[in-house]
């Protein structure tokens, strides 16, 4: 496939990865993820049903494994050990799944990475068998050491989890991004497709987000947003935008030639 995603090992058309939380029901589940031309999903052990309760719905009748690539998260986990027991039941469920989204959170109030617990977790996880994309601050030192450690992916936020707020600091995702031989992907803050589009002019390998499209008022027409401003913000990335002149007009059309001129 021209221009893919390569996530550890395994090509991927789409840069756009997208929860399954906080929608209203499955139905609405797999409409928002069918229209945002998702292939990887993410999904919350702890919060979503995938097996551990046989007499509720389970999201994998919605989104069947066949058809999507899961990413199961540590989602509500606030320390290493939580976390990974919490990957160890997901790999059982999901029939020895290995491909897992780390986070271990600091504080109930922001949701903002703990990093000290989130690299004792990852060293373990790593070193048994999964292979690891891992939330953490948008600090170049932190991802480095994850990259180190032998994640496949980091995923630095652009602003809190849930808070919609955009790219608050675009020039330490550069750092990271600059640095980096892993993909870099968004993750927690974006709120519009504007945001999306501009962590992919960034050269943002992907954006993962969930609360941006099931929080919209019509989450399926902002899933399919979503998926052009991917799109349009990997290709404005790869085309090279033009410098920026401060206070320096430069005319559309060429001065010279123009009709009627000598």
């Not at 494994?65 to 039941?89: M, Q, V, W």
């Not at 922001?110 to 690299?119: K, V």
């Not at 750092?175 to 992907?185: M, R």
């Not at 519009?192 to 969930?210: F, H, P, Q, R, Y």
Request: glycine residues 10%; aromatic residues 4%.
């Amino acid at each position: 496939m021209e221009d893919a995603l390569i996530i550890a090992g395994q090509a991927y058309r789409s840069r756009l990865l997208v929860g399954t939380g906080k929608y209203k029901d499955f139905d609405e589940t797999r409409r928002a993820v069918e229209a945002s031309g998702a292939e990887i999903v993410t999904v919350a052990i702890r919060r979503t049903n995938i097996g551990q309760d046989p007499k509720q719905p389970s999201l994998l009748d919605a989104l069947p494994p066949s058809k999507y690539t899961y990413l199961p998260n540590t989602a509500g986990c606030f320390t290493a050990d939580e976390a990974i027991r919490t990957l160890r039941l997901a790999r059982e469920l999901l029939d020895g799944h290995s491909l897992v989204k780390l986070e271990v959170l600091g504080d109930k109030d922001t949701l903002f990475p703990n990093m000290p617990e989130t690299l004792k977790a990852a060293e373990v996880l790593v070193k048994e068998g999964f292979q690891v994309m891992v939330y953490c601050s948008d600090d170049p030192i932190q991802a480095k050491l994850l990259e180190g450690i032998g994640c496949v992916a980091v995923m630095p936020l652009a602003s809190l989890i849930g808070s919609g707020m955009g790219i608050l600091n675009p020039w330490n995702l550069r750092l990271i991004i600059e640095k980096a031989t892993v993909p870099v992907l968004v993750d927690a803050g974006v709120g519009t497709a504007s945001d999306a589009a501009i962590a992919m002019e960034l050269g943002c390998d992907g954006v993962l987000m969930n609360t941006a499209i099931a929080g919209a008022k019509d989450p399926v027409l902002m899933a399919g947003a979503m998926k052009k401003a991917v799109e349009a913000g990997r290709e404005a990335y790869l085309a090279g935008r033009m410098p920026k002149k401060f206070y320096s007009a430069s005319p559309s059309s060429p001065m010279t030639g123009m009709i009627g001129s000598k």
